[in-house]
């Protein structure tokens, strides 16, 4: 299989102006369980620019969220560090913003109120009436002003999801993590957040760190896609350059003929070089 289109030199030229902006240094992890230690990940090195959008896809048990758990502040390498703006992380904090698949929504809180309690932790210098602004601005941007007082077992998954998303953006994060937010929706509303998301992504840049399964998704939403071994002691096993210029469209770029060569490539990567092995 011949190799796929890359922009390698092009990044690594931005690297040169603007230095990596989060970065895993030699990281490992290891968890002590009552049959041993078990190595999840080993020897991680990656560099991310500030506002770049990075997906990493793999297996189950590769080590995917475990490596998100670190840049959100819940875990601690074993081995190695990860540093924001070259200082180490060492806890959770209102600079790094989690979505998790399922919501993690207060089910007693309407959908602005729930959006607003994040607003006011996270950013206390703002008036009442500024916070207040702030939520509806992005409630707005995920079309759900109208729904704005519905509790989240009055909405639908995708309007949970978007609500999720609009609390998180909203806080005005360095970095984004997503874990599989769009995993349990139907095809049709993961299209449309997937959409949404870019919109408010490019609004503020923070910079994005998304956990998928999904190929055609990682393509279309990503600057560069990682993709993991199979664990257990899982590491990088090749990092793709995604070279359709944005703002994207599912159609425009599905119409390019590098599109089915990286799919391709990704999926060779996979499901026959990292097939998993169910024996």
């Given amino acids: ?56 896809v793999g297996h189950s048990g590769c080590g995917k969220s475990t490596l998100l758990n670190m840049v959100s502040g819940f875990l601690s390498p074993s081995s190695g560090r990860v540093t924001l703006q070259d200082r180490p992380i060492e806890g959770p904090g209102p600079d ?51 729904a704005r007082h519905k509790r989240p077992g ?43 998301l870019l919109a408010i992504w490019r609004e503020h840049k923070p910079t994005v760190l998304m956990i998928t399964h999904d190929i055609d998704e990682a393509l279309f939403l990503a600057d560069r896609i990682v993709m993991m071994t199979n664990g257990p002691a899982a590491t990088i096993g090749e990092i793709m350059e995604v070279p359709f210029d944005r703002p994207r469209n599912f159609e425009g770029i599905q119409e390019d003929p590098r599109y089915g060569q990286l799919r391709n490539h990704a999926l060779d990567f996979l499901y026959r070089r990292y097939a998993h092995d169910d024996g």
């Fill in 1 to 56: 299989m011949t190799s796929p289109p890359s922009s390698a030199g092009a990044f690594e030229r931005d690297l040169t102006r603007n230095p990596a902006y989060l970065r895993f240094d030699g990281v490992g992890q290891v968890f002590q369980t009552q049959n041993g230690p078990f190595e999840a990940l080993r020897d991680i090195n990656l560099q991310v620019a500030q506002g770049e959008f990075i997906c990493v």
């Fill in 96 to 146: 790094r913003m989690v979505v998790f698949q399922n919501y993690s929504l207060l089910p007693w809180k309407s959908v602005d109120q729930n959006v607003a309690l994040a607003v006011k932790a996270a950013r206390p210098e703002l008036t009442a009436a500024a916070q207040t602004a702030v939520v509806e601005h992005h409630l707005e941007m995920v079309g759900l002003l109208e």
């Fill in 154 to 196: 009055e909405i639908s998954g995708g309007m949970r999801q978007r609500v999720a998303i609009a609390r998180a953006l909203a806080v005005q994060p360095e970095v984004l993590v997503l874990d599989e937010p769009f995993g349990a929706l139907d095809a049709i509303t993961k299209e449309e957040l997937q959409e949404e």
